[in-house]
């Protein structure tokens, strides 16, 4: 069964710089959510995506921006990078009006500010 | 606001055990959504059983069980008969409709369990 997508898997970036991360939820699903994990922390829900719109705000800074294309993959946009944003970063992704929903995952990820 | 708290922030349990992690929230939502997820060494954040509020029988998945108390608004994962494979970080999730066909998933800082053999 597919599985949501994340790309890529690891990125090394230096301060300053700019990452965008993609995100392909599984076909049907309509929302998208990006979580923020730090090295041994909780996920730390930053934005969420329902129908292209965005749905929810969580703790996310405002050198990030994100949204949701017409076909349903989102990307996360990571401007003026700092050392602190170093963590792995989670997609989720669900179907918004299915009763019994669940958020799938992908594997994450793994970005690295130098 | 909804939280998730689990107050326990590592535990073992000897291979073949029984070991039961606890997760309480907070909410004032009738309907909703309950769930614990693996978080192995690898990061991957795995499903390991869910939860609808609404329902009164607790959910089992094979030696992973729960034990819901919607008064007490408690979510505790039960683990039988424990294998290695079963160290991971464990965090329990809560996740309300918040409108407009938009759901809220809010994560528990989590349990590291380690199973020894």
């Known amino acids: 069964a597919a599985g949501v997508i994340q790309s890529p898997r690891h990125l090394i970036k230096e301060k300053r710089e700019t990452a965008t991360l993609k995100c392909y939820p599984i076909?049907?699903?309509?929302?998208v959510y990006w979580y923020q994990q730090g090295p041994g922390q909780d996920p730390q829900f930053l934005i969420s995506f329902y129908e292209k719109m965005q749905s929810d705000k969580g703790s996310i800074p405002d050198r990030f921006s994100a949204q949701q294309f017409s076909d349903y993959h989102s990307e996360l946009n990571m401007s003026s990078l700092e050392l602190g944003d170093s963590a792995l970063y989670f997609c989720a992704s669900s179907l918004g009006r299915q009763a019994n929903t669940e958020a799938f995952f992908g594997q994450g990820t793994r970005l690295t500010v130098v | 606001a909804q939280t998730v708290t689990q107050s326990q922030p590592e535990m073992s349990v000897q291979e073949a055990e029984t070991v039961t992690l606890s997760c309480t929230y907070d909410t004032s939502e009738s309907n909703y959504y309950l769930f614990w997820y693996k978080q192995p060494p690898s990061r991957q954040m795995i499903l390991v059983i869910r939860?609808?509020?609404?329902?009164?029988q607790n959910a089992t998945e094979n030696r992973f069980s729960v034990n819901f108390q919607k008064a007490a608004k408690s979510f505790s994962l039960k683990i039988s008969d424990s294998q290695l494979g079963d160290t991971a970080m464990y965090f329990c999730?809560?996740?309300?409709?918040?409108?407009?066909?938009?759901?809220?998933?809010?994560f528990g800082k989590g349990t590291k369990l380690s199973v020894i053999p």
């Open positions: 076909p049907r699903h309509d929302t």
């Open positions: 999730a809560f996740m309300v409709y918040s409108g407009a066909g938009s759901y809220q998933l809010t």
């Open positions: 939860q609808e509020a609404y329902k009164q």
